[in-house]
């Protein structure tokens, strides 16, 4: 279940597309098509607009979860207009910085406190 959640928000975008020609293609070949193509149209347009205001976000939110900041780096190198998302620019540069300082914390070796 965890991989197809996976595979469906990381290619939402051409899914729809899919879903978009699909409804055309209905429409054209059956006499009174729209009213069967409509559910494609509204899936698509959902999914277009899940894509570009939440992206990634939950994906990422269960590497941190789970300790894999390396896989959560991953995924945000994948956010192409991080503009576009739904979150606040802060929280999302707050979200980069984050990740980035654990995962640097977590492969530098640990240095002992030196008391004054």
């Known amino acids: 279940m965890a991989s197809l959640r996976r595979f469906l928000v990381l290619y939402r975008l051409p899914i729809a597309l899919v879903l978009i020609a699909i409804g ?7 006499k009174h098509g729209i009213w069967v193509s409509w559910i494609f149209f509204l899936i698509a347009i ?7 205001m939440i992206g990634p976000i939950t994906l990422i939110q269960k590497h941190i979860e ?15 207009y991080p503009n576009l998302l739904y979150t606040s620019q802060s929280e999302l540069m ?6 980035s300082t654990i995962a640097l914390s977590a492969s530098a070796p640990s240095k002992p406190l030196n008391p004054l």
């Open 46 to 52: 959902l999914m277009v607009v899940a894509h570009f």
């Open 66 to 80: 789970d300790g894999d900041f390396e896989g959560a780096q991953a995924l945000l190198a994948k956010v192409k």
């Open 24 to 30: 055309v293609i209905i429409t054209m070949q059956m």
């Open 94 to 99: 707050w979200l980069f910085v984050l990740v």
